[in-house]
């Protein structure tokens, strides 16, 4: 880092930073093995395991018995939007918690539930809800699918409404992702091992070689007063500090 103390500017060496970096390179890896064990452990032991379960409708409205034309085409993104919201609306949720007698509210089963289009047409309507228990995800979407069935032809006036798959037993969880989350943890502790570093380099104002003194001071050195302590060990550092002192009374 340069410092160039008679104009106030502050320049950063890059080659001196790349050096430091690389000397703490050790430390860098450790701080982010660290992060990444810890974001491990509490993802696998502290967060709940969540499943996703879908199952697929067939939606056929009453435009679509014959040859559909070029407004129908324009009309499926609309006719999915609308799938999507009666899915999620209380009509339906309310139904499936009684049905299944499930302990909780009307938005906390909506919010478990994602309502996607699966094809061009907007007729295939895929519904999949997460929850913490496999059986009871597959059992939810299945109820919820069933329900929405009922709702579409009577509210929205489709002709038909058929299943196109069964909703299905999760076998892994979908979330939390354990191996993203500690690949990103470790990622996350070598960027914040290595910003406190430059941080502290670039804060870093004292003068500890002669070559700092003439990059930073812009004056030449003209000698060097050794250390009389430097070589000394422990001990011979202490009696010399005590016969200093001695000599100063």
């Not at 049905?99 to 919010?111: I, K, N, P, V, W």
């Not at 500690?182 to 290595?194: E, H, R």
């Not at 003194?213 to 812009?218: A, P, R, S």
């Not at 001990?235 to 002192?245: D, F, G, H, L, R």
């Amino acid at each position: 880092m340069e410092k160039k103390f008679q104009d106030d500017e502050v320049e950063i060496d890059l080659k001196e930073l790349f050096a430091i970096l690389m000397d703490k390179i050790l430390w860098i890896l450790l701080a982010g093995v660290v992060c990444a064990l810890a974001v491990f452990l509490v993802t696998r032991f502290f967060m709940t395991p969540m499943y996703a379960s879908s199952t697929q409708i067939y939606v056929l409205s009453k435009q679509n018995s014959e040859a559909m034309s070029y407004n129908d085409l324009q009309m499926s993104t609309q006719l999915a939007e609308d799938c999507a919201a009666l899915i999620q609306s209380r009509t339906v949720t309310s139904q499936v918690i009684e049905e299944l007698g499930l302990d909780m509210t009307d938005e906390e089963l909506a919010s478990c539930i994602r309502v996607e289009d699966v094809s061009s047409s907007g007729r295939v309507i895929q519904i999949t809800v997460t929850y913490p228990d496999p059986a009871q995800a597959q059992q939810i979407a299945n109820t919820v699918r069933e329900v929405a069935a009922g709702n579409f032809v009577e509210i929205m006036d489709l002709q038909a409404v058929n299943t196109v798959e069964e909703a299905n037993l999760p076998q892994n969880p979908s979330s939390p992702n354990v191996k993203m989350y500690t690949v990103v943890g470790f990622l996350g502790g070598i960027v914040i091992a290595a910003a406190v570093i430059i941080i502290i380099f670039i804060t870093n104002d004292k003068i500890r070689t002669q070559d700092d003194v003439e990059k930073y001071l812009g004056i030449s050195v003209l000698g060097i007063i050794p250390d009389s302590n430097e070589g000394l060990n422990n001990e011979e550092q202490v009696n010399a500090q005590k016969q200093k002192k001695a000599k100063k009374k």
